[in-house]
Nanobody
């Protein structure tokens, strides 16, 4: 079992930046590909960004590409999401997710992750 805890959410203005962090604990963090998802009120949870265990491969949704950057520090068992030039439509609860894979370069963009955090609220005012 892996426990994921997100932090770093808050209220910002359009154009501002925010950095989210996800800390993993419990079982070993080895071979876990990680992702960030978000869910706005009345909408389905959607993929935002993903990163392979190796860190070599990343993927982003079209809506955040060029503005958000996902990174990881396996020694510290953390995954970060740097969000720049935030827009009101980025307002949502952001979730960290992980799944274990034997493919160290695999990135998962679907919701088929095994573990999820509780989420952190990001609100962007116009």
């Amino acid at each position: 079992q892996v426990q994921l805890v997100e932090s770093g959410g808050g209220l910002v203005q359009a154009g501002d930046s925010l950095s989210l962090s996800c800390t993993a604990s419990g079982r070993t963090f080895s071979n876990y590909a990680m992702g960030w998802f978000r869910q706005a009120p009345g909408k389905e949870r959607e993929f935002v960004a993903g990163i392979s265990w190796s860190g070599f491969n990343t993927a982003y949704s079209d809506s955040v590409k060029g503005r958000f950057t996902i990174s990881r520090n396996n020694a510290k068992t953390t995954v970060n999401l740097q969000m720049n030039n935030l827009k009101p439509e980025d307002t949502a609860v952001y979730y960290c997710a992980g799944f274990r894979t034997s493919n160290t370069h695999q990135v998962l963009t679907s919701r088929n992750y095994s573990y999820w955090g509780q989420g952190t609220q990001v609100t962007v005012s116009s």
